[in-house]
């Protein structure tokens, strides 16, 4: 099942902060967070294995709660760079795949 | 080191027809995943390949096809084009037994136009 990323889309100024969340019905054992920027291939941001992990990249940080079967990837002080669609990536329960979220398109102004 | 390397870049065919995508997966890994693209939506999964053999397969109809070859590179095959086959293609590879706690490392992907 794919898991379900809010919102969907957000607009910011430089400098501010956002938060994109991403849920599962189904037990998570990691996450997996990429960003695409437009006409590019998704690049890998972090992966999550264990529950309350935190991990961070640059000023974006991510969080997972095993409980809740959830994750949310925090981007702070936001640059013109970050701008660009955010997809969380899920295993299976055979671990074997990646199932996406419809993604959360991001964009910065200056 | 190299990426994930895919072609052609772009392909334009005509519906009915059959399109070949071709990807070369990063030095050393043994997993290539594809998945499609459509325009402005998601990433959906289509096949994985792992040590030549595919070993899963997402929820597409069976003129998506594929193979892995020795040396790990990897080709998708679209018969019976459709319009709405038109997406990025996208290959992925991975070291191999699963991506659970393996990253995936995109190629650039291929744009086909069904017409």
């Known amino acids: 099942q794919q898991p379900v990323q809010s919102p969907q889309a957000v607009i910011l100024r430089e400098g501010e902060d956002a938060v994109i969340n991403c849920s599962s019905s189904k037990a998570l054992y990691s996450v997996h967070w990429y960003r695409q920027k437009h006409g590019e291939a998704p690049v890998f941001l972090m992966i999550l294995l264990k529950g309350g992990e935190q991990k961070g990249h640059e000023k974006i940080s991510a969080s997972f709660n095993e409980k809740k079967q959830q994750s949310s990837l925090y981007l702070t002080a936001s640059q013109l760079s970050y701008s660009g669609t955010y997809f969380c990536?899920?295993?299976?329960?055979?671990?074997?795949?990646?199932?996406f979220g419809g993604g959360t398109r991001l964009m910065v102004k200056p | 080191e190299a990426g994930v390397t895919q072609s052609p870049t772009h392909l334009i065919k005509t519906r009915g027809q059959q399109a070949t995508l071709r990807c070369s997966p990063i030095?050393?890994?043994?997993?290539v995943y594809w998945y499609q693209q459509a325009l402005g939506l998601g990433l959906q999964f289509l096949l994985w390949?792992?040590?030549?053999?595919?070993?899963n397969r997402g929820n597409f109809p069976p003129r998506f096809s594929g193979r892995q070859f020795p040396n790990y590179s990897s080709e998708l095959n679209v018969n019976a084009l459709e319009l709405e086959d038109s997406a990025l293609y996208l290959c992925a590879s991975s070291p191999g037994e699963g991506s659970s706690g393996n990253t995936i490392y995109f190629g650039e992907g291929s744009w086909l136009t069904v017409v």
């Open positions: 390949y792992d040590e030549g053999e595919e070993r």
């Open positions: 990536g899920t295993p299976n329960n055979a671990g074997n795949m990646l199932t």
């Open positions: 030095s050393g890994h043994t997993s």
